[in-house]
């Protein structure tokens, strides 16, 4: 018996597809469509939810998924879920090389969930191979077939909605990767949030080349789909990467009203799209565009608007929206039937006593909306107390949909959730109840809405010949108009003959060649310029405010305390030092 | 059929047009470092030598390429595959 308010994933789809309309399309890169509405979905599911306990999977454990976007991720999605296990969506291999680093990043999530098996395809399979050789304790590769054998249904006992129903990885990293537990409960609030808040606009047809495995393409797309038994048109994220106008194609072929991407792909469509493409394109029916996932740009969205207003883009189509992994996803939404807002403010009270004070010259920033029903938001100082309108804190957030923590990392979980608030780690102002982002406080890159850590990229650049060993820092921010985040990274040379611009490309190949990320920029500074704690641990958002400030200069010759310290091995040359002798 | 050098050229152009790509690349060039391929960029050359060669690569395929002269070898192997 289907009851009549899901209160699980698995009830979830059994409602939607009892309902009898829509479904999922998969538009390919030669924009060919292949249908599979929502009781197909379920079947297959049900049968892969056969073939999976069959092989093994017990009800509880968390079972990795590798598959690209297509019906046999749903298979593989759906089928943990109805075998009672919890499906944990990881990246797929990148194409061309560095697997070695896929490879670590890989058996890294895989060991911060405990996961035992590992559901892929037969291309794919063959590569994660030594993946998952690599795996301790051992890792089943499973390769479901397509569609999946229909078995008998298992029994099992179906999970409660407090129970665990997926985890999602904040960051791809092989530091310490941030497996993000999320109930039935959470992502069911969460999924309801959304669609209570833009169901008469959104209609019944969101288009997304999300992956799925981002926070954004599965909850933030298909699960609304799904609870109104929707149409929701998918495309492969590197068929949008290869061709971003097959993303406005498809919204116009199939009168997509909801589409939501990070800002790196407004900026991509604007660089890479010719009118010659969008031959015919309506865009009149999208109604909603939210942008989201990473820093947001006024210069971006309002060169959005006038480039595609042609094509019968409204002006408040474009949402700026903020949320995070461990709340589900979205906090707040900007409104949806008026154009985004933003405005200046003075950039030194910003950044030196944390008060947003009007600025008709000053730095843009964009309201990145209202904090959605159910959800609080409170700006905190230094002490932990709730800051007043206007002034700069971090931002912490309660509401029906947060984690239930990082999965088996409990000082993680009690870092970051106090009695019952998240702590996000972003800066941030409100102003009559619009949220402002500000900046951030924790050390996190965001590269195309993708979060990293940064010691991937410092350590990448480990003995480089000519370069202080651990006397780096990465850093990311979005400098003001620009479409994208800017990547850089502070090194500090050794005294010899390689010219600043040598170790820079150095270091620009080794991070290239290690972590896949193309760095904008490589600052080569003399020995102690970077700012360190008391215990030389460095300050990587000192060293960007100082920089952005146009102060990050070497000490002076004289000053002795800053000469003794550039002195001083940073902690992990002496960990190296102890370690080799 | 295409000669290793010819295929090399096309690939040259295919940079050119679709990378930005200036200069000349040789079969030693590597892909990561000399060619600044990020996961976006790879993606990008990726389908457009499928597209240019009318050949189908699967990320099997591309296990262990490391330089400009590994994908020579991949795209002759493949064009030779079907003729």
């Given at each position: 018996?289907?009851?009549?308010?899901?209160?699980?994933?698995?009830?979830?789809?059994?409602?939607?597809?009892?309902?009898?309309?829509?479904?999922?399309?998969?538009?390919?890169?030669?924009?060919?469509?292949?249908?599979?509405?929502?009781?197909?979905?379920?079947?297959?599911?049900?049968?892969?939810?056969?073939?999976?306990?069959?092989?093994?999977?017990?009800?509880?454990?968390?079972?990795?998924?590798?598959?690209?976007?297509?019906?046999?991720?749903?298979?593989?999605?759906?089928?943990?879920?109805?075998?009672?296990?919890?499906?944990?969506?990881?990246?797929?291999?990148?194409?061309?090389?560095?697997?070695?680093?896929?490879?670590?990043?890989?058996a890294a999530m895989l060991a911060a969930v405990r996961a035992r098996r590992l559901v892929s395809e037969p291309t794919v399979a063959r590569l994660l191979g030594d993946t998952v050789d690599a795996c301790d304790p051992h890792v089943d590769l499973i390769v479901l077939e397509d569609p999946p054998r229909v078995l008998s249904k298992p029994t099992i006992r179906s999970?409660?909605?407090?129970?665990?129903?997926?985890?999602?990885?904040?960051?791809?990293?092989?530091?310490?990767?941030?497996?993000?537990?999320?109930?039935?409960?959470?992502?069911?609030?969460?999924?309801?949030?959304?669609?209570?808040?833009?169901?008469?606009?959104?209609?019944?047809?969101?288009?997304?080349?999300?992956?799925?495995?981002?926070?954004?393409?599965?909850?933030?797309?298909?699960?609304?789909?799904?609870?109104?038994?929707?149409?929701?048109?998918?495309?492969?994220?590197?068929?949008?990467?290869?061709?971003?106008?097959?993303?406005l194609r498809t919204l116009s072929r199939y009168r997509g009203t909801v589409s939501p991407a990070p800002n790196f792909a407004y900026g991509l469509c604007l660089e890479k799209i010719r009118d010659d493409e969008l031959e015919g394109v309506d865009l009149s029916p999208w109604r909603i565009a939210l942008n989201g996932a990473e820093p947001v740009s006024a210069e971006v969205m309002r060169r959005f608007n006038r480039r595609f207003a042609g094509w019968g883009?409204?002006?408040?189509?474009?949402?700026?929206?903020?949320?995070?992994?461990?709340?589900?996803?979205?906090?707040?939404?900007?409104?949806?039937?008026?154009?985004?807002?933003?405005?200046?403010?003075?950039?030194?009270?910003?950044?030196?006593?944390?008060?947003?004070?009007?600025d008709s010259d000053g730095r843009e920033l964009v309201s990145v909306g209202k904090a959605l029903p159910g959800f609080e938001i409170e700006i905190r100082g230094g002490h932990g107390g709730a800051l007043t309108d206007r002034c700069v804190g971090r931002v912490w957030v309660r509401g029906p949909s947060l984690m239930d923590g990082y999965l088996n990392r409990p000082r993680a979980t009690a870092e970051a959730l106090v009695d019952g608030w998240l702590d996000t780690?972003?800066?941030?102002?409100?102003?009559?109840?619009?949220?402002?982002?500000?900046?951030?406080?924790?050390?996190?890159l965001i590269v195309r809405g993708r979060n990293h850590a940064p010691e991937e990229i410092e350590r990448a650049i480990d003995g480089v010949e000519?370069?202080?060993?651990?006397?780096?820092?990465?850093?990311?921010?979005?400098?003001?108009?620009?479409?994208?985040?800017a990547l850089l990274l502070f090194v500090e040379r050794r005294?010899?003959?390689?010219?600043?611009?040598?170790?820079?490309?150095?270091?620009?190949?080794?991070?290239?060649?290690?972590?896949?990320?193309?760095?904008?920029?490589?600052?080569?500074?003399?020995?102690?310029?970077?700012?360190?704690?008391?215990?030389?641990?460095?300050?990587?958002?000192?060293?960007?405010?100082?920089?952005?400030?146009?102060?990050?200069?070497?000490?002076?010759?004289?000053?002795?305390g800053h000469y003794l310290l550039s002195m001083i091995p940073s902690r992990r040359q002496r960990h190296r030092r102890r370690t080799a002798s | 059929m295409s000669t290793r050098a010819e295929i090399l050229r096309q690939i040259e152009a295919l940079a050119a047009a679709k990378l930005d790509w200036r200069g000349e690349l040789s079969e030693s060039?590597?892909?990561?470092?000399?060619?600044?391929?990020?996961?976006?960029?790879?993606?990008?050359?990726?389908?457009?030598?499928?597209?240019?060669?009318?050949?189908?690569?699967?990320?099997?395929?591309?296990?262990?390429?490391?330089?400009?002269?590994?994908l020579v070898s991949i795209v002759a192997q493949l064009k030779s595959g079907e003729g």
């Open positions: 018996m289907i009851s009549p308010v899901a209160s699980t994933l698995g009830e979830l789809l059994a409602s939607g597809a009892q309902v009898g309309t829509g479904g999922l399309r998969f538009v390919d890169r030669r924009e060919r469509a292949r249908f599979v509405s929502w009781s197909q979905v379920e079947r297959r599911a049900a049968a892969a939810a056969g073939a999976l306990r069959s092989q093994g999977v017990e009800p509880g454990e968390c079972v990795a998924i590798v598959l690209r976007t297509s019906p046999r991720f749903f298979d593989a999605f759906f089928g943990t879920l109805l075998a009672g296990a919890v499906p944990v969506p990881l990246y797929p291999p990148v194409r061309l090389g560095r697997l070695a680093e896929y490879h670590q990043v890989t999970p409660r909605s407090d129970d665990l129903a997926l985890v999602q990885f904040s960051s791809g990293t092989t530091v310490e990767p941030k497996p993000v537990a999320l109930s039935h409960r959470a992502i069911l609030a969460q999924v309801r949030t959304l669609n209570d808040h833009w169901r008469d606009l959104a209609g019944a047809s969101g288009v997304s080349w999300l992956p799925l495995y981002h926070d954004m393409g599965l909850i933030g797309c298909v699960f609304p789909a799904l609870e109104l038994a929707a149409e929701l048109t998918l495309i492969a994220p590197e068929t949008f990467i290869h061709r971003p106008a097959i993303w883009l409204a002006p408040e189509v474009l949402a700026p929206v903020y949320g995070l992994s461990e709340a589900s996803l979205a906090v707040t939404f900007s409104d949806l039937e008026t154009p985004f807002t933003s405005a200046r403010f003075d950039r030194r009270e910003l950044a030196m006593s944390g008060r947003a004070v009007a780690g972003d800066r941030a102002f409100l102003d009559r109840g619009e949220l402002y982002l500000v900046g951030r406080d924790k050390d996190i000519g370069i202080r060993t651990g006397c780096a820092a990465a850093v990311s921010y979005r400098p003001e108009g620009a479409a994208a985040e005294p010899g003959r390689r010219s600043r611009s040598e170790l820079a490309a150095t270091c620009h190949g080794e991070v290239l060649a290690r972590t896949g990320l193309a760095l904008d920029h490589v600052e080569v500074l003399s020995p102690g310029t970077l700012p360190r704690t008391s215990s030389g641990k460095i300050r990587r958002r000192e060293a960007l405010a100082r920089y952005r400030a146009g102060e990050l200069e070497p000490p002076r010759r004289f000053h002795l | 060039s590597r892909l990561a470092e000399d060619l600044a391929l990020d996961s976006l960029r790879a993606m990008s050359l990726i389908i457009e030598i499928e597209n240019h060669f009318r050949i189908s690569l699967e990320p099997t395929d591309e296990e262990g390429v490391e330089t400009v002269g590994d």
